[in-house]
């Protein structure tokens, strides 16, 4: 494992546990090199999964880009980290889980809204205004109306 401060390979595992909700192992690294400290993940990983988008490309999925969607949308809302991390954990285990190699864009971003809108109801608006792109500001109202019912 390279050390991110120094890029030494010189670097030691200090301590390994679970991580809290039991999906990766959590490790203590030090760098022999210059001293630090850092921690790493382990995740198990079932299979290569493609995103097909709207358009017709194929990407490969990124868990990073779910998580970057994750925090844009609970920007500066009162959401516990541990129970987005385990939001985003079930997301990736359902489509590890479905067998298919290709997964619709549209099935990712409808995992998500029903994700976000257990966790924060302000952060699913959020996320819908974008998956649904809405354009005006009715589209905003209509949107909200039909989650008030």
């Known amino acids: 494992m390279l050390c991110p401060f120094c890029k030494s390979e010189d670097t030691q595992v200090k301590d390994s546990r679970p991580s809290e909700d039991g999906t990766a192992i959590r490790r203590r690294r030090q760098c022999g ?11 198990v ?7 097909i988008k709207t358009d017709g490309r194929r990407t490969p ?12 949308a609970l920007r500066k809302r009162s959401v516990e980290e541990d129970d987005v ?7 990736v285990r359902k489509l590890e889980s479905t067998g298919e190699a290709d997964v619709a ?10 994700a976000l809108l257990k966790l924060d109801k302000v952060a699913y608006i959020r996320y819908a205004s974008v998956y649904r ?3 005006e500001a009715t589209d905003f109202e209509d949107f909200v109306n039909e989650l008030q019912k």
């Open 61 to 72: 999925f990124d868990r990073e880009k779910l998580e970057r969607s994750f925090s844009v």
């Open 105 to 114: 864009s549209d099935y990712i971003g409808s995992l998500v809204m029903k």
């Open 45 to 51: 990983h079932l299979r290569d999964i493609s995103v």
């Open 133 to 135: 792109n809405f354009e």
């Open 33 to 43: 090199a210059c001293s630090a400290r850092f921690t790493t993940f382990e995740r």
């Open 85 to 91: 991390h385990v939001a985003i954990t079930e997301i």
